[in-house]
């Protein structure tokens, strides 16, 4: 069974940076885009950025562009979230997940294999 962890989340203060990583289990993981959501309180869950299979193409929700990034090693079977320049509103649970095949989405449904996710919390 496939199977996604995340780490790296914890508690920063406004404008610092936290570096998340999701690991996968199973040796497909290279074929996959891949997606970074968030959830945040009372707050319905966000497309935050995706990444194509090979990294070369990515998708950034407006209010993390400029501030996060999205990478990943596929050697590692491992996607990244770099979040820069931390605010507040950023505070959430943040959850990577497998997505298609051979195109970047946004729309939750078409994700699959959910990790359970990583707290982050920014202070003022």
């Known amino acids: 069974q496939v199977q996604l962890v995340e780490s790296g989340g914890g508690l920063v203060q406004a404008g610092g940076s936290l570096r998340l990583s999701c690991a996968a289990s199973e040796g497909t993981f290279r074929l996959y885009y891949m997606g970074w959501f968030r959830r945040a309180p009372g707050k319905e869950r966000e497309f935050v950025a995706a990444?194509?299979?090979?990294?070369?193409?990515?998708d950034y929700a407006e209010s993390v562009k400029g501030r996060f990034t999205i990478s990943r090693d596929n050697a590692k079977n491992t996607v990244y979230l770099q979040m820069n320049s931390l605010k507040p509103e950023d505070t959430a649970v943040y959850f990577c997940?497998?997505?298609?095949?051979?195109?970047?989405?946004?729309?939750?449904?078409?994700?699959?294999?959910w990790g359970q996710g990583t707290q982050v919390t920014v202070s003022s």
């Open positions: 997940a497998r997505g298609p095949l051979a195109y970047i989405t946004r729309n939750p449904r078409e994700y699959t294999y």
């Open positions: 990444i194509d299979w090979s990294g070369g193409s990515t």
